[in-house]
């Protein structure tokens, strides 16, 4: 199995572009989240979904947005690039069986460069 | 709002001593406590987890404590070896309602060096 795959695995933008991140995962979890990692701030849930056609937003929704058609796939996307958004992008899932939290499985990131 | 916060951010031990990372929550709905080891350049992996109906588990040189009482619990890492470098993250899940159930709030990190 693939677990979390992500792509890219780095991408630079200038300021005002826009970019989709992909994130696929094929352990048929319910749930996916997006978080960014910035140096000392540890990780930030961006948004997340508990299935397809449901999302939601976590603690640094701005400046993104995300959909949920596939159980699969979990896109995020940057409307319009901005320096404050460069940073190290995780995406994460796991099983959402109403059993309580569950571990949650990581890709590799994506390294996002905003000039 | 919930916080967990995280102590030492940076930690140097010698090959073969015991590390130990310690961090604090706030929420006390919390109740599934995963630490996870971040390699560079890799995404986060889960390397032990404790749920609240459980004191301590242990797997193999890693063993972790949860004390509900003082909303704090601790990673500790027995006869370090250098490729336990890296970086450790802990985390805390928040009660939530409906889809947020489970959500984990993350500590900083504490970057662990092993020297030979």
């Known amino acids: 199995n693939a677990g979390v795959t992500q792509t890219p695995k780095f991408q630079v933008l200038k300021t005002g572009q826009s970019m989709t991140l992909q994130c696929a995962q094929d352990m048929n979890h319910e749930y996916m989240s997006w978080y960014r990692q910035d140096p000392g701030m540890g990780l930030r849930l961006i948004h997340y979904?508990?299935?397809?056609?449901?999302?939601d937003q976590g603690e640094v929704p701005n400046g993104y947005n995300v959909s949920r058609s596939t159980t699969e796939d979990f896109p995020l996307r940057l409307l319009s690039a901005a320096p404050s958004q460069t940073s190290v992008y995780f995406c994460?899932?796991?099983?959402?069986?109403?059993?309580?939290?569950?571990?949650?499985?990581f890709g590799d990131g994506t390294r996002l460069s905003i000039l | 709002g919930e916080n967990v916060e995280q102590h030492p951010s940076t930690l140097s031990v010698q090959e073969g001593d015991s590390a130990v990372i310690k961090c604090t929550y706030s929420?006390?709905?919390?109740?599934?406590f995963p630490w996870y080891k971040q390699e560079l350049g890799k995404g986060p992996q889960l390397i032990i987890d404790i749920r609240s109906n459980v004191g301590e588990k242990k797997d193999q040189r890693i063993a972790v404590t949860l004390n509900k009482t003082a909303k704090h619990f601790s990673l500790h890492i027995t006869e370090t070896q250098p490729e336990d470098s890296a970086v450790y993250f802990c985390a805390a899940s928040i009660k939530g309602y409906g889809g947020s159930q489970g959500n984990l709030i993350f500590g900083k990190g504490t970057k662990l060096s092993v020297k030979p």
């Open positions: 929420d006390s709905a919390s109740n599934y």
């Open positions: 994460a899932s796991r099983r959402s069986d109403g059993l309580g939290a569950q571990p949650q499985h």
């Open positions: 979904s508990v299935g397809a056609g449901i999302t």
